[in-house]
């Protein structure tokens, strides 16, 4: 079992729709959580932390349930530009190791 | 904000060859510098972990002979891909602390491709 699963997708959405994604890690002890977005052939870039309460950042809302061991990503109102894959990623030891999901490809259409 | 130049963007070498990418924080001390390595439509994968002014620690399955790392200064970490294969093309990018907020940043990435 991977230590951070994703579906890959690509999830294949209309502008202005709602979609939400979900990652789930093993490790029970992990401490820290992001989102990241990729654009094709770009690093990564950090789009949100998550934290225990849940956060929201404009069209952004991210959750974390640590009993089932999953975070999800929430995006609404879909723009053409959000069109990336999203990277869930787990720091397992304070800072001293991320782990990447294989990511989760958005494309947006007109 | 915090700032990790990668160069070179893209290279292309021949079989054997060796290729040096570097890592250098611009406005910020970057005591740890991650390497990572991202083949096609899979995700980033760590490579090893270097702290200024000692040796790197490697992952499981990286060789450490053939993947060069020198963390000499607080501002710059380099990795050499030495006796480069057509394997060893791929996408490599480097991570570093920005201990500020516990943020990380990324180089912009290196696109090797070994012919």
New interface residues.
């Given amino acids: 079992r991977k230590e951070v699963e994703q579906d890959p997708g690509p999830f294949n959405v209309p502008e202005g729709a709602t979609v939400a994604f979900n990652c789930t890690y093993s490790n029970s002890a992990s401490q820290?959580f992001f989102w990241y977005r990729q654009d094709c052939?770009?690093?990564?870039?950090?789009l949100m932390s998550v934290y225990s309460s849940g956060n929201e950042d404009g069209r952004f809302t991210a959750q974390l349930n640590r009993a089932s061991q999953y975070i999800s990503l929430l995006i609404r109102d879909s723009k053409l530009s959000d069109s990336a894959t999203y990277?869930c990623v787990v720091d397992n030891n304070a800072?001293?190791?991320?782990?990447?999901?294989?990511?989760t490809r958005l494309m947006v259409k007109p | 904000g915090a700032v990790v130049s990668q160069h070179p963007s893209r290279v292309i070498c021949k079989s054997g060859t060796s290729v040096k990418i570097e890592c250098r924080s611009l406005d910020f001390q970057a005591t740890?510098m991650?390497w990572?390595r991202q083949f096609p439509k899979?995700?980033?994968?760590?490579m090893a972990?270097s702290n200024e002014g000692s040796k790197a620690t490697y992952e499981q399955g990286v060789e450490k002979d053939k993947f060069l790392i020198n963390h000499a200064s607080l501002t710059l970490s380099t990795l050499t891909v030495t006796s480069a294969h057509p394997e060893d093309s791929s996408?490599y990018?480097c991570?570093a602390?920005t201990g500020t907020n516990?943020?990380?940043t990324?180089?912009?990435?290196t696109?090797l491709t070994v012919v």
């Fill in positions: 820290s052939r770009k690093e990564p870039k950090l990277l800072g001293n190791m991320l782990t990447f999901g294989g990511g | 740890t991650f990572y899979q995700s980033l994968m760590l972990t996408f990018i991570s602390l516990y943020g990380y990324f180089g912009s990435g696109r």
